[in-house]
């Protein structure tokens, strides 16, 4: 459970807790996050806390988050009509 805010040092001192909780550290190739600023500073974090982790260059953006994205922006243009 988190329980501070969700800024990049707090997740990615998390993540690496439980990555090494389970001994999954060395494992740890690519991190696919959401556009949030915040998972930006996480990938930079996990460098210092995470052996090997190459920070942002292992940072994949979701897709389907950012398909989703341009679907909601899609649907409530004032240019779109969803009845033809």
């Known amino acids: 459970r988190l329980t501070q805010s969700h800024t990049g040092s707090y997740l990615a001192q998390v993540t690496a807790d439980c990555l090494k ?3 999954l550290e060395k494992k740890l190739h ?3 996050m959401d556009n949030a600023s915040n ?8 460098v210092t ?3 090997g ?4 260059l292992s940072r994949s953006r ?12 899609r649907v409530s243009s004032p ?4 009845t033809g």
């Open 21 to 23: 909780r389970f001994g």
């Open 30 to 32: 690519t991190l696919t």
């Open 39 to 46: 998972c930006d500073a996480t990938a930079e974090h996990l």
């Open 49 to 51: 806390l995470i052996d």
């Open 53 to 56: 982790f190459r920070g942002k």
């Open 62 to 73: 979701c897709f389907p988050h950012t398909v989703n994205l341009i679907a909601k922006v």
């Open 79 to 82: 240019f779109c009509s969803l």
